[in-house]
């Protein structure tokens, strides 16, 4: 994306994926691994609306047999102590599971499926968004 041209020293070049190339891969591992049922979690981070909307373009315009077992939506500033979200997260019909959120939401999102055992083997999560990997100042991803 580049900035308004008159603008004397604003030029901003974005190299990362948008959401919808994500997702495109996403179902493309997907399909390859045969990996049908799936669920959606995101939180109320800006975009969340779009990213289950084509979500839904990607699934309902496939001859794949797409089974996709529902839309979590996860409100994290109300529930502090991650009881809701643990109880919450174990609630999620489905072991394959897109994650919309930002990074610092991951970090708790994780933390509470860690505390809830669905972050182990047999649980597969795929991060959607262009913020997990931090600002490039050598910060991990969330664990």
């Known amino acids: ?3 308004n ?3 004397k020293g604003s030029t901003f070049l974005q190299l990362g994926s948008s959401t919808e190339q994500q997702l495109q891969v996403i179902f493309e591992v997907l399909e390859e691994y045969d ?3 799936f669920a959606v979690v995101t939180t109320l ?3 969340h609306e779009a990213f289950v909307a ?3 373009v990607l699934t309902d315009g496939s001859f794949i047999g797409w089974e996709h077992r529902g839309v979590l939506t996860l409100n994290l500033t109300e529930d502090p102590g ?3 979200l643990r109880r919450q997260l174990r609630e999620v019909p489905a072991q394959i599971r897109l994650l919309y959120c930002s990074r610092d939401e991951a970090e708790a999102i994780f933390r509470a499926a860690r505390e809830a055992g669905l972050a182990g083997p047999g649980y597969v999560w795929f991060v959607v968004g262009s ?3 931090g600002g490039g100042g ?3 991803v969330p664990e």
């Open 5 to 7: 041209p008159q603008e």
């Open 54 to 56: 084509y979500v839904e």
């Open 131 to 133: 913020t997990l990997a």
């Open 1 to 3: 994306t580049f900035s």
């Open 82 to 84: 991650g009881t809701r």
């Open 45 to 47: 981070r800006p975009g």
């Open 138 to 140: 050598g910060e991990k």
């Open 35 to 37: 990996w049908t049922s």
